[in-house]
């Protein structure tokens, strides 16, 4: 090989591959400190692709989840609320009960009667009150529970109803305890009949709202369940393989180091030219 003093091909060849090296051993480093394979579309694009419309499928469920727990907690306060309605429902049998029997006097029975109105009245206001996140629980309108994965969705409806003393309603039945008082013997009998539909209609309507919390909770399984897998499958494609750079980090620090001494040796190679001319 002819020596020239124009060009100097070992050390072009040696900071090339320098280069090639110190390109390696940054997007090792990279890999590295981020913890992820792809750090750039370059790394992977179509990896990269994938793996952002597994972490929207995620986004999306895990938000899914968190509104299929929000209807179930809505349903848990007018279950807890109508647990309260049975309670008082169970005194006015008791007070209709006693209203009801001939050895009772009227001023006993306008006692009676007084605080059968109070139960009446509370659970009015239970029925426009209760709350959850600040919309009432107690609603004739059907509260849609929406449920995506970012490329699909869908909705679960859950009615709870409305709740007074005037329109306790389960199924067809509807019963009115507003018009019912304890005054009279036969008038606290007529309300004892009113008072025993009514607990079986809050009965069913608790049934109903346990169905819908059993659904809601099904679906929420299924989506932590898609969650887990949707991750594991992200994780696979877009986390880095810590033990591999590792391994990788030492071999491009090795070469990056012989590369600087390559490229000082090629540099310093051309000088020994000058003692042609001693």
Same mark, same amino acid.
């Given at each position: 090989?002819?020596?020239?003093?124009?060009?100097?091909?070992?050390?072009?060849?040696?900071?090339?591959?320098?280069?090639?090296?110190?390109?390696?051993?940054?997007?090792?480093?990279?890999?590295?400190?981020?913890? /992820?394979?792809?750090? /750039?579309?370059?790394?992977?694009? @179509?990896?990269?692709?994938?793996?952002?419309?597994?972490?929207?499928?995620?986004?999306?469920? +895990?938000?899914?989840?968190?509104?299929? /727990?929000?209807?179930?907690?809505?349903?848990?306060?007018?279950?807890?609320?109508?647990?309260?309605?049975?309670?008082?429902?169970?005194?006015?049998?008791?007070? $209709?009960?006693? @209203?009801?029997?001939?050895?009772?006097?009227?001023?006993?029975?306008? @006692?009676? &009667? =007084?605080?059968?109105?109070?139960?009446?009245?509370?659970?009015?206001?239970?029925?426009?009150?209760?709350? !959850?996140?600040?919309? $009432?629980?107690?609603?004739?309108?059907?509260?849609?529970?929406?449920?995506?994965? =970012?490329?699909?969705?869908?909705?679960?409806?859950?009615?709870?109803? +409305?709740?007074?003393? $005037?329109?306790?309603?389960?199924?067809?039945?509807?019963?009115?305890?507003?018009?019912? &008082?304890?005054?009279?013997?036969?008038?606290?009998?007529?309300?004892?009949? &009113?008072?025993?539909?009514?607990?079986?209609?809050?009965?069913?309507?608790?049934?109903?709202?346990?169905?819908?919390?059993?659904?809601?909770? $099904?679906?929420?399984?299924?989506?932590?369940?898609?969650?887990?897998?949707?991750?594991? =499958?992200?994780?696979?494609?877009?986390?880095?393989?810590?033990?591999?750079?590792? =391994?990788?980090?030492?071999? !491009?620090?090795?070469?990056?180091?012989?590369?600087?001494?390559?490229?000082?040796?090629?540099?310093?190679?051309?000088?020994?030219?000058?003692?042609?001319?001693?």
């Amino acid at each position: 090989m002819a020596i020239s003093i124009l060009n100097n091909i070992a050390s072009l060849t040696a900071q090339n591959q320098l280069s090639i090296t110190q390109t390696n051993l940054q997007k090792t480093l990279f890999q590295l400190s981020s913890g /992820s394979r792809i750090n /750039s579309g370059a790394d992977d694009a @179509a990896g990269l692709a994938i793996a952002n419309g597994l972490h929207a499928n995620v986004t999306a469920l +895990t938000q899914s989840a968190n509104n299929a /727990s929000s209807g179930i907690g809505s349903l848990q306060v007018a279950d807890g609320a109508l647990s309260q309605v049975t309670t008082l429902l169970n005194r006015a049998v008791t007070l $209709s009960t006693e @209203a009801a029997t001939g050895t009772v006097s009227s001023a006993q029975r306008g @006692a009676l &009667d =007084a605080e059968f109105v109070q139960i009446k009245a509370e659970i009015d206001r239970i029925g426009s009150t209760t709350t !959850f996140n600040g919309t $009432s629980v107690f609603t004739a309108s059907t509260t849609s529970i929406f449920l995506s994965d =970012a490329a699909s969705s869908s909705q679960i409806g859950v009615t709870v109803g +409305t709740l007074a003393s $005037s329109a306790v309603t389960s199924g067809a039945t509807t019963t009115n305890l507003s018009t019912d &008082d304890l005054t009279t013997a036969v008038k606290a009998q007529s309300a004892l009949t &009113d008072i025993a539909t009514s607990i079986a209609s809050i009965a069913g309507i608790r049934g109903a709202i346990g169905a819908g919390i059993n659904r809601l909770q $099904s679906a929420v399984n299924v989506i932590n369940n898609q969650t887990q897998n949707l991750t594991a =499958a992200e994780d696979t494609i877009i986390a880095a393989n810590i033990p591999q750079q590792v =391994a990788n980090l030492s071999q !491009f620090t090795i070469l990056n180091q012989s590369g600087i001494s390559a490229l000082a040796q090629a540099n310093s190679a051309q000088s020994s030219i000058l003692n042609l001319l001693r």
